[in-house]
């Protein structure tokens, strides 16, 4: 009754190479969320529909996975259930849980729940899958790991600053070459105000991030196009032509926002935050870049996006402050600041600029060949010792031919395989052969444990 | 429009240090496992319902957390679907996925499909979660991790003894005193043979395990209540009364089961392991039980448990060897062997017994106290110095009250605080605190590195 296994389309099995190298970058991430002070947290993959439904915009409720209830699920849907546009209707009498589609709701929730356990600033991060019913296709999976790190409970924009920090610190140790592009909600809202466009912000942005493609004509008419006026149109003329350093920019700015309060406080912000990245001496590139509106229906503070120097892939990291995220779940006024790191595109910018060490392919150093049993009564104490010295090494599980085992150590990328006959045993030594090289020596235990630590 | 927020029935959040404490069983796992060779994937969360169905026999089936399909998932639901008996039947029409119930299907189904990439032996690790619709009560979740560490591809016995070795080194390094139970599937069908009662071996082992609590008597009786004729049992007499260490034991069984080829075949398995055992020193107490009868539906071979030995919870690793795991997806006589180790459980072990370790509890090394601005200015380039020597320090976000930020580092259990105000500034010093102590030292920059390192 055998039958041809295969998996559901958008998610991945992961091989050990594969998982070898992510594990090379989640280990980076984690380190580094711990060395300033982030801890872990997890939350279980299932949570209620109640807490996933209307999180996410009417789009992303329809992308939600739901869980069939256990049991006699049917029992109370009734033949009209089935009628027409009812497939919502039945799906929340049949399902109660729903699966994670980001990590931000269900912190939220963490939060609230936890809230007299939680110490605040509760600086925190997770690692963990989130699920999509989206349209699977290059780069875009239904099963995928967030990496988020936040820090909840604190208006000060040091924490801001230390988020960039974070950035600087992953990226110089996965070796990436990245420049972090940094706004603030409160601007964007001093240019809607100033022109009395609140509705189009998105349109203007867009608009003014085609300037280096179709000059300043091409946006001067494409913002018509957008029905603002010829007269707010040269309003935003020196915004659209804004130059120079961040200093110079914000000086610029705040002239030009002097009418709004927002606008005002959104410069300060992004001053007393840039001072913070000159104080910790920070390397990488940042930059303000009015044209970055990501996630304007939830950030209200900075936002911030990061971009590969040197491959094309969109943004490899992303975040923002939001100043009321657990209000949707009753505790008010708790600020939060946060940015989420993309495992797969940084997977991917290592692979295209081949970033990831050689030493990440493999976990074994050495491969004992095996020769029989009389062989294998002489070696296994040694294979012993090496593991209480905390080397990595195998011994061939049988006496098969030669070729087998150095083509098993060759697949598995083992670096060394060690040797011993008669003439080992005899004397007391072990022939080590390099794979690569394809040279071989023979060495005593101690000089054989120094080659493989 | 607030909610009180909740999560479904049987899984959980996990704290921070609940977090660092599971990692910490996660981490001296998995390197242990790599230290034996043994390489990770992962699998995805959801597979194919026609990959699950059907393994976990009728009862798991019921068991598997089904997904509903995306889309109009009702559009083939007729209202003769919802009558009667047909809620298993309506699954299947509304349901193509389910999420993993073990990692031993999905690693055959992993298997079967990357045959052409895998190298045999298939030396692999797995730690993800699992989930079951089960009844939730204390200790068992909807939602689990898993720990399984296998070898197929290779008969060797030397597999059996490695993983014997993996359990010496993980409970050695974790502090747990265990003692490892070990049968063979092939002597427990030697007993069947020998009394020609295949179908009541489980019922054998069970009240041989009574020995201790009732006597031979009790055995005795049991076995007649188990429909055993009064000649047969007294071919059991002497299996059920064997004693004496592992050597005695097989040679004893030996002249016993000499009738029985499939016995003998398991007694000398048996021999070479604990051979195989002896040659590597294993230092953990190992000892046949024949009354261990865990997985006799799948496996063939070896069968292990392994319990702690000052807390009463049952098995905390356990496993064995299967000889035709893959032949369910058409991939036919790959042997495989393998145990998989119960993380909840060895949480609880450790919990009981206190034995994690004080330095798992925090992740943060130092917090700088901020005074202000002028300090933070002062204080920020030596944060950022110490990180850089890989040192996890935290500066409180804002000045907030002492009081505050002392009771910060309190609950998130730094060890140390530093202090620096006007006096240290001026004298290019710092003051460190020892929370525990309360003793407090001013040091220069070097020393306060080699204080944190």
Redesign the interface.
Known sequence: ????????KG??????VE??KR?YIFDTLKDTF????Y??????????L??LLGKYGEEGD??L????N?G????S???AD?EGE??NF??TK????G?RYDLTVPFA??V???QN?V?F?F??FQVQ?V?R?DRPQKGRY??FYQCDVD?IG???L??EA?LV?IVE?VYKKLNINVTVKINNRKILTGIAELIDEADKITDITVAIDKLDKIGLDGVLKELQERQISDEKIEILKPIILLSGDTELKLNTLEKILSVSETGLKGIKEMRTMFN?LK???ITIPCELDLTLARGLNYYTGAIFEVKSDDVQIGSITGGGRYDDLT????LKNISGVGISFGADRIYDVMEQLNLFPETVVS??KA?FVNFGAKE??WN??F??KL?DA??????Y??AAKMKKQL??AD??KIPFVVLVGEDEMNSNQFTIKEMESGEQWKVGFEELKIKLL
């Not at 996975?65 to 069939?68: Q, T």
């Open positions: 009754m055998a039958q041809a296994p295969s998996i559901p998610v991945r099995d992961f091989s050990p998982m070898n594990n711990k060395l300033f002070g801890e872990q947290i997890e939350t279980p993959s299932m949570e209620n109640s807490t329809k992308l996975f739901k869980i069939l256990s006699d699920f049917a029992k849907v009734v033949a089935l009812n497939s039945l799906s049949i399902c109660e849980k699966l929730r963490y609230v729940m936890h356990e110490v600033p600086k925190r899958q699920w019913a239904r099963e820090v604190s208006n000060a040091l924490n230390e920090q610190t913070y104080m910790t001496k209000g949707i779940f009753g976990s074994t491969l294998e009564a296994l104490p294979v012993a593991r905390g080397i990595s090494v195998e011994m599980p049988e083509g098993y697949s598995k």
